[in-house]
């Protein structure tokens, strides 16, 4: 079980990537418009390493890069490498997983502030399924069907994620930390054309959640077996809420259980997509969210809902310019705003 994180009370944030090429200029964005729960972005537009899985792929034993594809070098031995993974993980040698400018430039920027009077940080790191099942040996099969090398990913990205926290903590003064897995690829629970195993992934999951000591999440952009999600206990469960939004709230019981325990949803209800962005306001992007407010307060209480909920944009805004991903992010805290209001109103 995670960590749990302060009760949000309805407050913004963001998620994942965004669209700049200028590492200052994005975190000075976010700082402008999400003061109070800043995130760090990644920054695709700069190149490949900082794409997902790119950019935590640095310490992977066996990697290549070949044709713009991460592989995993299946033809030569990698036991010394694996081994040493899991050396570090046991004693916690989490300084050897770093992240560098060429994978993590906003990452490095936003070290550079000063955020002691900020409560939490939050920062992606790429999840261990979506990791496994994009990354693939000489054989073009998914390293996360090979229950070794699973078990060692899992662990370098929990000695990453480590890093990340205390790095976070150390130079920007922040109180509190939160790590997101970012795993789409959990929408393959269940599936039968490209299975994942539900006990792969807990176990996987385990290993992160034992080694990170702030509040360790999930975000899923597509919709999955969120019953199994809410069991494993994340501190947050970031899900696109304005697509599947329906599908969430089939598992209302297990919501309102994992709210009541202080778990926190981010409810990604203003589309990160700028052509379906420019196709609603923040009016009607406001009335989907409080429908989902007042369907599911029907089984938690209405002060429950509020304090346990984060507001963002449905995924990480990709395709867009400058401008209109400030124009999502902004949405994003309008309706923050609103809700707040209407809360202190009622």
């Not at 696109?240 to 994992?258: H, P």
Request: with cysteine; hydrophobic share 40%; aromatic share 8%.
């Amino acid at each position: 079980m995670a960590k749990m994180i302060p009760s949000p009370h309805s407050d913004a944030t963001g998620v994942g990537a965004l669209p700049h090429k200028n590492s200052r200029e994005a975190c000075q964005d976010v700082l402008e418009i999400f003061p109070s729960f800043p995130y760090i972005p990644t920054l695709p537009d700069r190149g490949q390493l900082e794409s997902i899985v790119f950019n935590d792929s640095e310490q992977l034993p066996g990697r290549i890069i070949r044709d713009d594809r991460l592989l995993f070098d299946s033809s030569t031995d990698q036991t010394a490498a694996m081994e040493q993974v899991y050396m570090d993980y046991v004693v916690e040698n989490f300084s050897s997983y770093p992240l560098h400018e060429n994978y993590a430039s906003a990452f490095i920027e936003m070290m550079s502030h000063d955020l002691s009077q900020v409560s939490i940080l939050k920062f992606q790191v790429t999840g261990p399924v979506t990791f496994g099942m994009q990354v693939v040996d000489a054989n073009k099969r998914p390293i996360y069907y090979d229950t070794q090398l699973a078990d060692v990913l899992a662990k370098m990205l929990a000695l990453k994620a480590r890093w990340c926290e205390v790095e976070m903590q150390k130079k920007t003064g922040v109180r509190e930390t939160l790590i997101v897995l970012n795993e789409p690829y959990l929408a393959s629970l269940g599936s039968s054309v490209v299975p994942v195993d539900k006990e792969t992934v807990r176990s996987s999951w385990e290993d992160i959640a034992s080694l990170v000591q702030g509040g360790l999440g999930i975000h899923c952009c597509s919709n999955t077996d969120w019953e199994f999600v809410l069991g494993l206990n994340p501190s947050v469960v970031s899900l696109d809420a304005y697509a599947t939004a329906k599908e969430f709230l089939l598992y209302a019981g297990s919501i309102t259980g994992y709210m009541e325990r202080g778990g926190v949803v981010a409810w990604g209800i203003v589309p990160a997509d700028s052509r379906i962005y420019v196709t609603e306001t923040t009016d009607s992007l406001y009335r989907k969210y409080m429908d989902i407010r007042s369907q599911l307060c029907k089984c938690m209480p209405e002060d429950l809902f509020d304090a346990q909920s984060l507001i963002t944009p449905s995924c990480g805004i990709r395709f867009a310019d400058r401008s209109s991903a400030c124009a999502i992010m902004r949405t994003t805290a309008e309706i923050s705003h609103r809700v707040k209001k209407e809360s202190a109103d009622t």
